[in-house]
């Protein structure tokens, strides 16, 4: 028997390979059959690291826990940088609701990649939830297997440290996502995501609009239409969308660009002013994607929704925009809140095309000044409300001569310039891991606040990444 409070005897590069082989083969096996010399070549790698393992080991246990991996006692975490290493592994986890893999050393070649083909099974007909596959792993005889159910308190968690995971698993969904349209959109996996989104905005709306400060992580559309799910969901909450409304929403944000990816790169990627058929042709994107979707929409789920926002994101409220809509005198409410949140995403993200990329505070602000003709002035009031003065992920000087990054905004209208900010300059100008900060705390003697926030910086120009610092405030 083994001692589970044994350390670890494993070395973190023995660790390390085990599950970039396990990555490996698990995304191989999406591609190729079981037999490809290809897939063998690298199964045989993912083999060889196991053997490794077992040296020391009398069982090599993956286990996820929120922010890591652990390979028996060795823990790897994952964030932006290395995600990818991990992606495919952490998709079958939580796709199966997979807390522990158990793999003991009897375990034969053939038995490994009956399991890899196991694992990789995608039976969405009938759902595949722990449970089913750990009978069908019972019932495929897999002697050297053994799976633990995520537990129950991981699964539902809706702490701040898996709210990362969600955001890139979003991305890396809707990558599929859209490059499987030619054949069949998984409507099914985007609403699970979207559903562990409103569970995460339930309790922590800071943290995940802060998250939407990550811009241009991967193509720029994929990256955008996930901070426009998130802003969008986040604005119907506070409307009072039900949450079935909610999730219809959610689909169409995820999908309101879908018709870019019939746009060349050279007209969507072009530095400088586009040439007037240029645009026409840009234009157009409105139009293919809601043609594409409402195409899909008996056989996908693809809710009616979808179609109108993908059509109307363009259209401001007199109707104008693109494209010229003749029948319809208003736009939907979906359509609505995606035309906002999609301005402000794309204001704020740093482009060939854009001459300026705006701060957040600064995108506000231009958006105030162009509300009436642009935007339904209700909504974007509530959209004001729900980013405060400084939105989370601004960087701030304050009048202490410290610098922070701005975590939560402050719930009382009364104190909106007074936000929660974590600090990571000291006065002297030098980078520190600070506290976070009251901006609303006074001092005792003086009733004075203690700190003010003097103006919003532009963090490129110092060079500072704000959702490395947001997402530190969770380690
Ligand atoms: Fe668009
Ligand atoms: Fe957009």
Request: glycine fraction near 4%; proline fraction near 4%.
């Amino acid at each position: 028997m083994t001692d589970d409070n044994r350390p670890s005897e494993m070395s973190f590069k023995t660790a390390l390979d085990i599950l970039t082989h396990f990555h490996i083969v698990l995304k191989l096996i999406k591609v190729y059959e079981a037999n490809n010399l290809g897939f063998m070549e690298r199964l045989r790698d993912f083999w060889a690291a196991l053997n490794e393992g077992f040296k020391t080991e009398d069982k090599i246990q993956i286990q996820l826990r929120q922010d890591s991996f652990f390979v028996n006692k060795i823990r790897l975490k994952f964030n932006i940088a290395n995600y990818i290493v991990y992606k495919s592994v952490i998709e079958e986890f939580l796709a199966r609701q997979i807390g522990t893999l158990t793999l003991f050393p009897d375990m034969t070649e053939d038995e490994l990649v009956r399991f890899i083909v196991f694992l990789s099974r995608r039976d969405l007909a009938k759902g595949f939830s722990f449970e089913r596959t750990d009978e069908e792993l019972h019932a495929g005889s897999f002697p050297d297997v053994q799976l633990k159910k995520l537990p129950k308190e991981e699964h539902i968690d809706i702490s701040e440290k898996s709210a990362i995971p969600i955001y890139i698993l979003g991305v890396h969904h809707l990558k599929d996502l859209f490059e499987s349209q030619q054949k069949s959109m998984n409507i099914h996996l985007t609403r699970r995501w979207i559903q562990s989104l409103i569970n995460h905005l339930m309790s922590h709306e800071a943290f995940l609009i802060g998250l939407t400060n990550i811009k241009n992580f991967q193509e720029y559309t994929l990256n955008h239409s996930v901070n426009v799910c998130i802003l969008s969901l986040a604005l119907g909450r506070r409307l009072g969308l039900t949450r079935p409304e909610l999730i219809q929403l959610g689909i169409s944000a995820c999908l309101h660009d879908v018709g870019k990816f019939d746009i060349p790169n050279e007209i969507l990627d072009k530095p400088g002013k586009l040439e007037p058929e240029e645009r026409a042709v840009m234009e157009k994107h409105s139009h293919i994607g809601a043609g594409k979707l409402a195409r899909r929409k008996a056989t996908e789920e693809i809710p009616d929704a979808a179609v109108q926002v993908a059509m109307e994101h363009h259209i401001k409220p007199g109707m104008s925009g693109y494209p010229k809509y003749a029948r319809r005198k208003k736009m939907s409410l979906f359509s609505q809140i995606v035309k906002v949140i999609d301005y402000y995403d794309a204001i704020t993200t740093k482009r060939v095309y854009r001459p300026k990329t705006f701060t957040p505070e600064e995108a506000l602000k231009l958006m105030q000044k162009n509300c009436a003709e642009e935007f339904e002035p209700l909504l974007f009031k509530a959209f004001v409300q729900m980013m405060g003065v400084y939105p989370v992920g601004t960087l701030a000087a304050m009048n202490s001569g410290e610098v922070g990054i701005v975590v939560e905004n402050n719930p009382l209208a009364a104190f909106a310039y007074r936000p929660m900010v974590k600090l990571i300059t000291d006065q002297m100008g030098r980078k520190i891991d600070g506290p976070v900060i009251d901006m609303a705390e006074q001092d005792p003697q003086t009733k004075k606040f203690k700190r003010t926030i003097v103006k919003a910086l532009d963090p490129e120009k110092y060079n500072i990444q704000v959702t490395d610092y947001l997402m530190a405030t969770v380690q």
